[in-house]
């Protein structure tokens, strides 16, 4: 009855699912250390000391940025050079914006440097001075901002001396010297303002270290790859049944196995039927071929 399966009409179902099943499952165990990674890291973050707290380092030694190195202070000394505003920033549900200034260092290359954040909009927005002369700056270490980090803005289009996001790609092309891949913010306030004093703005987890959206993201696909491997199995053994019961009427006889070879419908178009008319032709030799009653 299952000889069927050995068709090569067949042969191509079967290897389609021979190789589906396991990919799912591949995806799925994926997903799932995924998500298990992250919960690693969560629970490794948690048992961490905080980052502030710990002893501030030069910033050459705590470069490039990881997990383990953001939100240590770093300490940097130059000279402020240029400066930003960021806009569309967020601080104890208020909107406002960064203050942002390039700490030229005796490497020849700048730090990022945020200042503080002010409530409002950052047009037209007066802002305190930078301090003048040689500094020396101690800030919690950031890695650089991407399109997914939070309170970005790609959209372009930016008033001039303004930048929608904190990275060495994007100030690369705003100032006429090299830019370190990271930036430090300030933890305490600068006095001053239009909008009074210069909020510090806390450091944020690094990417990927804790429970967040995408960490469930994982969870779901992971669920969802076993269940496209499931629905495989499944309709693979329904193919199978529903082949295997028209092999079996076929040889009940319940199906022919040829539909050409079907008896002809007598209700069908062109159907002889015997004639009723004994005059018509053909009329006697019926009733000469028919039996006689006794």
Request: proline share 10%; hydrophobic share 45%; aromatic share 8%.
């Amino acid at each position: 009855m299952y000889r069927f399966l050995l068709t090569p009409r067949w042969w191509g179902i079967n290897l389609f699912v021979v190789l589906a099943i396991p990919f799912c499952v591949f995806m799925g165990t994926w997903q799932l250390g995924r998500f298990e990674d992250r919960v690693q890291s969560h629970e490794q973050a948690e048992k961490q000391p905080d980052p502030s707290t710990r002893a501030a380092k030069p910033l050459d030694e705590l470069l490039p940025v990881d997990k383990v190195t953001s939100g240590r202070p770093a300490v940097a000394t130059g000279t402020y050079a240029d400066q930003f505003l960021v806009p569309g920033r967020e601080l104890d549900d208020r909107r406002g914006f960064y203050v942002l200034n390039m700490l030229r260092t005796d490497s020849g290359k700048a730090l990022p440097v945020v200042r503080g954040w002010l409530p409002g909009s950052a047009s037209g927005a007066r802002v305190p001075a930078a301090p003048e002369g040689e500094v020396t700056v101690t800030g919690d270490l950031q890695a650089s901002e991407n399109a997914r980090s939070k309170g970005v803005d790609v959209r372009g289009g930016l008033p001039g001396g303004q930048v929608g996001m904190i990275s060495a790609a994007t100030l690369v092309n705003l100032v006429p010297y090299d830019v370190y891949d990271a930036w430090v913010t300030l933890p305490e306030a600068e006095a001053g303002g239009t909008g009074g004093a210069m909020k510090p703005v806390p450091a944020a987890a690094p990417e990927g270290s804790g429970l967040d959206l995408k960490a469930f993201q994982n969870l779901g696909y992971t669920g969802e790859w076993f269940v496209f491997a499931g629905f495989v199995l499944f309709m693979w053994f329904r193919l199978v049944r529903r082949e295997a019961e028209a092999v079996r009427d076929i040889a009940l006889g319940l199906v022919p196995e040829d539909p050409a070879a079907a008896p002809e419908d007598p209700a069908a178009p062109g159907a002889q039927e015997a004639p009723d008319d004994p005059s018509a032709p053909g009329a006697a030799d019926a009733a000469r071929k028919a039996p006689v009653a006794p």
